[in-house]
């Protein structure tokens, strides 16, 4: 007589707790439980962990479903699709390696190289080789074929990818090899013969991944995925040139130094020539800020209004005050205006859907009164400035100021490139400039650091450093400030005169010592768990950079604390 399995209690997506025999998978569970989802399951968190479809469950907890309508979804499916570029790029060109540059227009840039470890040259493809590409994944994505993930020692793992001339992701591991205990595995996906490590899950198999486009971009092209806003369809293609020559003048300055992976800043490190190398980055910074203050101050149109915008943790204060030191050299004395002086009386501010305050809504900004003040300042007019009391949520009297003929205005804030914000200024009068911080180091040829990611990792260092705000607090209201994100501030980016790329190719060594303790403190119980995780798994790729090296006017300091500048 067979003994009844041992049974496990699991509270899915808010249902009821149902029991279900110990071993179940975890697609299965999801099945019986009943729960209709919007778009394909591809993974789940169980008690906040991320977690395949196919693993077996064999103690009870929380099972959350993960599906293609969400960020971690999203993330699976980007990460998927990379997979099936790398192989395809294998398959029909074997001489050549795809390298995952950058976002750009809604998707990915990437270009193929024929290269060794040491001497690499970009191949100039066609738009025909690009299709070859394209069929060749739509071929894979059909055969639905699995993604199938071992787990291998480390040690195993960087000889596979020595083996296969993967030399930027042996280098990698071997870093990590050295900062780890012995017994640490490595996920490697199999699909066909393609063998890969990813920073991450993968979707179950190429079948879920039919959404999606190449777009010839000379010398590349652009892989192309959907949103999660709308997973079933392509997001409008929307040109970006001006992004695009910022990311690839960064690019172009790496190349220079020999320094496009983490495991070749590992190796710098190593050497001892970081200090060096930190010199030269924050010089590169600064002679780029003299140069838009030198275009400002010999602009045909001689503009008085300096806008400056970009998302939140991008170093907009400090590029700021560093701008101010540059201009004042070429014979300006800037005033600044906050536009938070000008939020609306908190009764008016508009609210979400879910009734909380929108403080990241154009509306919450009186645009009318701003226009006032500016046009009359440019007059030549005494103006009575607003001051916002934020305990109180009222805009007070502030002091009065009358703008002589050697000042010009700075304009800080998240609208900034909203035509809108100065609509009755005219556009001679106005400067913008759009700061961000786009990381151009990758952590290996196949895996891109997120731009994002690396703003949360400096505002979690910076919210814990002087906002008293924990890890958990400031990483679940990042959702919401990417979707005020999307909304008001990167549809604009493009109407900027010039865009600063305020990152550090350094920074994150830097970070890493402030934010990982903050990171391991959130809870298995904190339903932000799993991002916690994965954002000290990215960390872990790094080793540290000594922060005292760090000068006192860097960028990197409004984060970090110990900045000559005030705030």
């Not at 209709?36 to 008690?47: C, E, F, K, R, T």
């Not at 440019?378 to 916002?388: A, D, I, R």
């Not at 700075?410 to 009068?429: K, Q, V, W, Y």
């Amino acid at each position: 007589m067979k003994r009844k399995a041992k049974e496990i209690e699991l509270f899915i997506d808010g249902n009821p707790p149902a029991r279900f025999p110990s071993g179940i998978i975890v697609g299965d569970a999801l099945e019986r439980a009943g729960n209709q989802y919007p778009y394909p399951v591809v993974a789940a968190y169980l008690d906040n962990k991320i977690v395949e479809i196919n693993r077996h469950i064999t103690y009870g907890g929380q099972l959350n479903a993960i599906h293609l309508g969400t960020v971690d979804g999203m993330r699976l499916y980007q990460r998927s699709l990379s997979f099936v570029l790398v192989r395809a790029v294998k398959e029909v060109y074997p001489d050549l390696q795809v390298y995952i540059n950058h976002p750009i227009s809604k998707g990915i840039y990437c270009e193929l190289h024929a290269s060794s470890y040491t001497n690499i040259k970009t191949f100039l493809l066609t738009k025909k080789d690009v299709e070859i590409i394209k069929q060749r994944m739509r071929e894979i994505i059909e055969a639905d074929e699995p993604f199938i993930r071992r787990e291998v020692p480390l040690s195993e793992a960087i000889r596979i990818f020595k083996r296969r001339g993967q030399q930027d992701k042996a280098k990698l591991l071997q870093y990590r090899q050295k900062n780890n205990e012995d017994g640490e595995t490595v996920s490697i996906y199999h699909c066909g013969t393609e063998r890969n490590h990813f920073y991450g899950y993968l979707v179950p198999s190429t079948g879920y991944l039919k959404v999606f486009d190449l777009k010839f971009h000379s010398p590349g092209f652009i892989l192309r995925y959907p949103t999660l806003e709308n997973p079933n369809v392509l997001p409008p293609f929307v040109e970006q040139e001006k992004m695009f020559q910022v990311f690839q003048e960064y690019e172009a300055w790496a190349k220079i130094l020999g320094l496009e992976t983490v495991g070749l800043l590992n190796d710098l490190i190593v050497a001892g020539g970081v200090e060096e190398f930190i010199k030269v980055a924050e010089a590169l910074q600064e002679k780029k800020i003299a140069y838009i203050a030198d275009t400002v101050t010999h602009h045909h149109n001689q503009p008085r209004v300096i806008l400056i915008g970009g998302p939140s943790a991008s170093g907009k204060t400090t590029f700021s005050k560093r701008l101010c030191i540059q201009l004042r050299v070429n014979g300006f004395r800037p005033v600044v205006i906050s536009s938070d002086d000008f939020f609306v009386d908190r009764e008016h501010t508009p609210r979400r859907e879910n009734g909380e305050m929108d403080f990241e809504s154009f509306d919450a900004i009186d645009f009318r009164l701003l226009n006032r003040v500016i046009s009359d300042l440019l007059k030549g007019k005494t103006v009575q400035m607003p001051c916002f009391n934020f305990p109180a949520g009222r805009r007070m009297p502030g002091s009065r100021i009358r703008l002589e003929k050697d000042q010009i205005i700075i304009l800080e804030g998240i609208h900034a490139l909203n035509d809108r914000l100065l609509s009755t200024i005219p556009c001679g009068l106005k400067f913008r400039i759009y700061v961000s911080a786009l990381t151009t180091l990758s952590i290996d040829n196949h895996n891109r650091i997120l731009t994002s990611d690396s703003r949360l990792i400096r505002r979690v260092v910076r919210d814990s450093q002087f906002r008293n705000y924990s890890a958990s607090e400031t990483i679940a209201r990042w959702p919401s400030v990417r979707r005020g994100e999307e909304i008001n501030i990167f549809p604009y980016q493009e109407n900027a005169d010039v865009m600063f790329n305020s990152a550090l190719m350094y920074e994150i060594g830097a970070l890493k010592k402030y934010a990982e303790p903050h990171l391991r403190k959130v809870p298995r119980s904190d339903p932000i768990y799993s991002e916690a995780c994965r954002l000290l798994k990215f960390l872990s790729y790094f080793l540290d950079v000594p922060d005292d090296k760090v000068p006192h006017d860097s960028i990197l300091r409004e984060f970090i604390g110990g900045s000559s500048f005030t705030y």
